[in-house]
């Protein structure tokens, strides 16, 4: 069984920055994927990055270049730097893991005020 639990989010100006953090506790091997998604009111959930084996990592075109995803092996967390902030950036933010199956957090809400 995994938990994952969510950290760091909250309201920032345009243009500022912030970082989620993602407790992993359980299971999770070293090459199994863990990510970052977003949903924003009225709209569906959406990949923002992941990072996955060998520490490949991926991010959306709305989000290439501001965000960075990192991941520290030996706490078995994953992190979300995300700079240049843009109010379009506003939702709920949720960790993500796959081992034989999905794991969610719970969410954690992103606000940015322009």
């Known amino acids: 069984q995994v938990q994952l639990v969510e950290s760091g989010g909250g309201v920032v100006q345009a243009g500022g920055s912030l970082r989620l953090s993602c407790k992993a506790s359980?299971?999770?091997?070293?090459?199994?994927?863990m990510a970052w998604y977003r949903q924003a009111p009225g709209k569906p959930r959406e990949l923002v990055a992941h990072i996955a084996e060998g520490s490949t990592t991926y991010y959306s075109r709305s989000v290439r270049g501001r965000f960075t995803i990192s991941r520290d092996y030996t706490n078995n967390t994953i992190d979300l730097q995300m700079d240049s902030l843009k109010s379009e950036d506003t939702a709920l933010y949720f960790c993500?893991?796959?081992?034989?199956?999905?794991?969610w957090g719970q969410g954690i809400q992103v606000t940015v005020s322009s």
């Open positions: 359980g299971s999770i091997s070293n090459n199994e994927r």
């Open positions: 993500y893991a796959l081992t034989w199956r999905d794991y």
